[in-house]
């Protein structure tokens, strides 16, 4: 099975965008190629043809193969819903809700879904470049490891580790992990190559040949920040880092405690003139933003209580006295109801919450989870709109008199009776590019005529041109097997 894995040497080291590279790369050889992640841990999902969910990275990686994003693709995903419990979706259904000791003990039960769904990829593309998960160096979880060396050792798949310059160590980070695995995963490992390099990579020569030096392993190649990396869907709402542009109008985003799905934003951080602003815990609402957006959550009960303790409710408040526009992404929709009730305990512990109050609308939890691609029109524009439904709970009230859109042929979303409050379930609205700037241009922000697509598409190109340029890339792939 011709196939390829990519591990880190930690977290956030870049193993999402090196696979995204190496699948275009790969595609532009005339090669069939897909992506792969056997465990991926994130609440940012995407949907699938099929109706299941898989990680956003993935589905990311799936455009850069020219394909559609499959269950297969990342059979297991874990979404937090607390510091200690996740929920468990395997091959784009939910299976569980787990703690972390439980889901040690399930791990190995999983391993045959892993397995299958790599098998089904790998019989159906000429070649699978893998992602990993965290570090194969974390050797307390290697018994019963699905995501890393235990997924590689099981499907015979050779593995290039990547470290991240940008963090400091790299050579402890590589030579470490060496010593630290035992000698049949080390034996998996064939190479390893340096990433996010800033300045002049000559400076590192000494370091790279000592690294090769040390672990007996080939280097594939150093690897100099990729600047563009901003305009790709981001795996972690910590790298949408705000980018200050003059004369931009501010639209600020809360940084919910489980903050999901938050590639909404994508494309409102590109807009030239638009200032994005990610509001962290602790901060104030900026009293210049135009819009604030209340994101998707995984916890809508419990970031409801997260934003109240930042002081975000009162901000709230005062921005909408000052005639603000406020805008709720599902979970998000729900906070800013007048109450989130969970009869059944599927958020947590049952129980219901205050909202907001900014919308006449409630809404209930259920355990049936909508999961579906949706065409849409939005309402004050007249304009079409695709997106998908991510979520549990259904909400109504006086305010879904005024929907937010018409989703063949139902209402969807609740408007505020002045038109500056707006609920909606849907996902992935701004990247339609004409409603995009209709809506802007609806808060007062002149949006620039642009294709996000396009953007997306060009910058994935850049980014195998980055790899061509500074590593192996005829070398890694010719590692497959």
Same mark, same amino acid.
């Given at each position: ?303 409801? %209580?997260? #934003? /109240?303790?930042? *002081? ?6 005062? !921005? @909408? ?5 406020? +805008? ?109 700037? %209709?809506? #802007? /241009?609806?808060? *007062? ?6 294709? !996000? @697509? ?5 910058? +994935? ?21």
């Amino acid at each position: 099975m011709p196939a390829l894995m990519i591990q880190g040497c930690g977290s956030n080291v870049g193993k999402s965008l090196l696979v995204a590279g190496l699948c275009r790369a790969a595609r532009r050889r005339g090669l069939s190629v897909a992506p792969f992640k056997p465990q991926n841990m994130s609440n940012n999902a995407a949907v699938t043809a099929d109706g299941g969910e898989i990680g956003r990275a993935q589905a990311l990686q799936a455009l850069a193969c020219g394909l559609e994003p499959m269950t297969d693709m990342n059979p297991v995903l874990l979404k937090p819903e607390s510091e200690t419990g996740a929920q468990v979706v395997v091959q784009g259904r939910r299976l569980t809700t787990t703690r972390a000791a439980e889901y040690a003990r399930l791990k190995p039960q999983l391993l045959g879904h892993v397995l299958d769904s790599f098998r089904r990829l790998s019989a159906a593309h000429d070649l699978v470049i893998v992602e990993g998960a965290g570090s194969p160096a974390e050797v307390n979880l290697r018994a019963g490891d699905i995501a890393n060396m235990g997924f590689a050792r099981a499907a015979d798949v050779p593995v290039v580790l990547a470290g991240d310059i940008d963090r400091g160590g790299v050579i402890a980070q590589i030579i470490g992990t060496k010593a630290v695995i035992d000698a049949d995963d080390a034996a998996l490992v064939k190479g390893f190559l340096i990433n996010k390099f800033r300045g002049d990579s000559r400076l590192f020569d000494e370091g790279y040949q000592m690294i090769e030096a040390r672990s007996g392993w080939r280097g594939f190649g150093v690897l100099p920040w990729f600047p563009q990396a901003h305009l790709l869907p981001a795996e972690d709402a910590l790298e949408i880092a705000s980018h200050p542009k003059a004369g931009g109008v501010t639209v600020a985003c809360l940084t919910l405690s489980r903050i999901a799905n938050f590639d909404d934003l994508d494309p409102i951080a590109a807009e030239p003139g638009v200032d994005l602003v990610m509001v962290q815990p602790g901060q104030p609402i900026p009293a210049e933003a135009r819009l604030v957006i209340i994101p998707g959550s995984k916890s809508t009960r419990g970031d409801l %209580a997260f #934003l /109240r303790a930042q *002081g975000w409710d009162i901000d709230l408040l005062a !921005h @909408a006295r000052r005639g603000g526009h406020v +805008l709720g992404i599902c979970g998000g929709y729900q906070m800013l109801g007048r109450v989130v009730r969970d009869p059944d305990g599927i958020e947590g512990p049952a129980g219901e919450t205050p909202g907001l109050g900014l919308l006449d609308v409630e809404t209930v939890m259920s355990p049936d989870k909508r999961l579906a691609r949706v065409q849409a029109t939005h309402v004050a524009s007249g304009l079409p709109v695709e997106g998908y439904e991510i979520h549990l709970g259904r909400s109504g009230g006086p305010d879904c008199a005024r929907p937010f859109a018409h989703v063949e042929g139902r209402q969807e979303g609740a408007v505020s009776a002045d038109g500056r409050i707006a609920g909606s379930y849907l996902h992935g609205l701004f990247a339609a590019d004409g409603f995009r700037a %209709a809506y #802007l /241009r609806q808060i *007062g922000i002149a949006a620039v005529p642009r294709s !996000h @697509a396009a953007t997306v598409e060009v910058t +994935l190109d850049a980014l195998a041109d980055h790899l061509e340029t500074h590593l192996d890339v005829a070398g890694l792939l010719a590692l497959a097997r």
